[in-house]
């Protein structure tokens, strides 16, 4: 129905003067036009240097509501509309939305959702930080499926917001003070890395995207060392007080190290960034921080300048609530029947990363989520769903059985709904309470 309105609209906008128009669709075009600008002089201030490509490229606005769009250029397949120097459509319901990087109508996108913020450094700073996540298959530096789990627990979260308040000491200070903090920063990370050593690994990659891509925004979006320096200190106090970090503790981690970073004065360390580099170690070198094999009786002898026996009594409360909201979870997921949505590929999900929680070695919770695979689309909103993962892959989804009068393809639970494919089921799981969604044969 949107589809035949829209079209309807852009029949009758063709043939009159479309500025007077403008404010009869959902996104604001001419908003959206001074946005693209805006998005462009970022680009052509930066002209490649910091990447050594250009970060302009096909950008696309989105209503969350209606599915609306606007972007700066045709797409491959026609799905779009040329509307004066912009082009609309519908995102179809089997793409999520969200900020990042997408795929669809043959086109590399960069995503962002609309309406964006109203304050122009915070602005400039989303559309750099989304910019990048469409050049960074580019770069090598490909997003995987990192389980970050380990920053739910008492310790990993500890020693994460040492290293966070260290860092802050070293963005606020000079000279040698700077080096101490540095230091110290370099010792908690080693301290939970040497607790965690399997989880490395992870860290590194979220560290390179989602880190990278916050540290390109404040590095291009802001107009000064200064702002920039605030910025990343801002944002290492404010996550200092999220309840949650398994994939969002990046954001304030990878601005402090990229920062610190170009203050030594080296300008090429981007140029051979991997997908194994770790920043901490790029740090370490830029500033000849020699750190003996770090240990956890090290790093308590350091942690008095960061308050870290009120940061240990904090995580001590934090860990006696999370117990309790493990026995939620295991209620919710393992005690009673559950419906299994087997995942066979790399699930299109949207989520929120301040909304995960650990649920043990089994995987983690996504609070609320939207996901696209092949047996349909599941929108989950309370209560969760559980991604089940393994040498970062995730195996399946569970959420609750389906309540008893859902009928056909449109299934409801607690807290979710299912819309299944043509040509898939629900059926039992052996001889088990469960359910599981399966192809027809």
Not at 171 to 183: I, N, P, Q
């Amino acid at each position: 129905m949107y589809s035949m309105v829209l079209g309807l609209y852009l029949a009758l906008t063709n043939a009159t003067s479309g500025q007077d128009d403008f404010e009869t669709t959902p996104i604001d075009l001419e908003l959206a036009m001074q946005y693209f600008k805006e998005a462009r002089a970022i680009s052509d201030r930066d002209g490649g240097a910091m990447w050594g490509l250009e970060l302009m490229g096909p950008l696309l606005f989105v209503d969350r509501a209606t599915r609306f769009v606007v972007t700066n250029q045709p797409d491959k397949q026609n799905q779009l509309t040329k509307q004066g120097d912009l082009h609309v459509g519908t995102l179809p319901d089997t793409k999520g939305i969200a900020n990042t990087s997408m795929t669809w109508s043959g086109v590399q996108w960069t995503m962002l959702m609309w309406p964006l913020p109203e304050d122009p450094d915070q602005r400039n700073q989303l559309l750099a930080h989304e910019m990048f996540h469409r050049i960074q298959d580019d770069l090598n530096l490909e997003l995987g499926m990192p389980d970050n789990r380990h920053l739910d627990e008492h310790d990993g979260r500890l020693w994460l917001r040492l290293e966070w308040r260290a860092l802050k000491m070293a963005l606020e200070s000079d000279g040698k003070a700077r080096h101490m903090a540095m230091t110290d920063a370099l010792l908690f990370r080693g301290a939970r890395h040497a607790l965690y050593p399997n989880q490395i690994a992870d860290e590194l990659n979220l560290e390179l995207n989602e880190g990278l891509a916050q540290y390109t925004g404040i590095s291009l979006g802001l107009d000064s060392i200064e702002t920039q320096c605030n910025a990343a200190i801002q944002g290492l106090a404010s996550h200092d007080r999220h309840r949650n970090f398994i994939r969002s503790f990046a954001y304030a981690s990878g601005p402090a190290y990229g920062l610190l970073i170009d203050k030594a004065g080296l300008s090429e360390w981007r140029s051979k960034l991997t997908v194994h580099s770790d920043l901490g170690k790029i740090l370490a070198e830029a500033y000849a921080i020699d750190l003996p094999s770090p240990s956890e009786a090290m790093a308590r002898e350091r942690w008095s300048p960061y308050e870290g026996s009120l940061v240990l009594l904090e995580e001590d409360e934090r860990h006696q609530e999370a117990l309790k909201l493990q026995a939620t979870f295991k209620a919710r997921f393992e005690d009673n029947p559950t419906l299994i949505l087997p995942l066979n590929s790399f699930p299109n999900y949207t989520f929120n990363p301040n909304r995960i929680k650990a649920f043990g070695d089994v995987g983690s919770v996504y609070l609320s989520t939207r996901v696209v695979s092949d047996w349909g689309i599941l929108d989950v909103t309370s209560g969760g769903a559980l991604f089940v993962q393994q040498d970062g892959v995730f195996l399946r989804i569970v959420v609750p059985t389906p309540f008893p009068d859902s009928k056909g393809h449109s299934v409801e639970g607690d807290g979710y709904t299912l819309k299944l494919n043509e040509g898939w089921t629900i059926k039992s799981r052996g001889d088990t309470q469960d359910l599981i969604a399966q192809k027809e044969k």
